[in-house]
């Protein structure tokens, strides 16, 4: 099925480790973006991508890092885990920059640092 | 900075009510307005997408309106039932900023 797919569905990290969350789509969109998901804070944009080779900053970047090689994929990097980074995390695609023709999420990440 | 908030937080209704749902946000320049629906430990669910053009948009028993100039959306949901039970959240772009949503519980 067209969508977007983030893989793992459910990750435990010890605190300093380092992982990478999947996400890849196959609607051909130029934009993606991430986002986590916390209790009474709603969802925050991490980082964001326009097309292949461009990536930008979003709300709250500081922990994460981000690549795109290709249109289909948009891997998000956790470097050293913090049990402040245990949250939901959300993968979002767009055909245009500007969301003009909506976005699509996955299914979602939970991540628990301990 | 846009900010986007949903009223109600929380919503019980019996089943066959109809009802609104609100959003607002404080940046009337936006390029459009998507309404989502979220399941508990679910990802999001697009429900409605409306242009900065348009004032409203339909998708069955939902309407959403939106009113640029006072920088507000209502969802409109006819005859509720059960399995509309869910978080709903409305989110403005550029940048897709999310408000905190909108939990609904239709009783049986």
């Known amino acids: 099925n067209a969508g977007v797919t983030q893989t793992p569905k459910f990750q435990v990290l010890k605190t300093g480790q380092s992982m990478t969350l999947q996400c890849a789509q196959d609607m051909n969109h130029e934009y993606m973006s991430w986002y986590r998901q916390d209790p009474g804070m709603g969802l925050r944009l991490i980082h964001y991508?326009?097309?292949?080779?461009?990536?930008d900053q979003g709300e709250v970047p500081n922990g994460y890092n981000v690549s795109r090689s290709t249109t289909e994929d948009f891997p998000l990097r956790l470097l050293s885990a913090a049990p402040s980074q245990t949250s939901v995390y959300f993968c979002?695609?767009?055909?245009?920059?500007?969301?003009?023709?909506?976005?699509?999420f996955g299914s979602g990440t939970r991540l628990t640092v301990v | 900075k846009q900010e986007v908030t949903q009223i109600p937080a929380a919503l019980s209704v019996p089943e066959g009510e109809n009802l609104v749902l609100n959003c607002s946000f404080t940046d009337s320049a936006i390029y459009n307005l998507q309404w989502f629906r979220q399941d508990p430990g679910k990802g999001l669910t697009s429900l409605l997408l409306i242009q900065s053009s348009q004032r409203e948009q339909t998708s069955g028993r939902l309407n959403a309106s939106l009113d640029k100039s006072s920088g507000r959306s209502t969802l409109y949901i006819a005859a509720s039932q059960p399995g509309d039970s869910a978080t709903y959240l409305c989110a403005v772009s550029p940048g897709l900023i999310f408000g905190q949503g909108t939990t609904l519980q239709v009783k049986p």
């Open positions: 991508s326009v097309g292949a080779g461009i990536t």
């Open positions: 979002a695609s767009s055909y245009g920059g500007g969301g003009g023709y909506g976005y699509t």
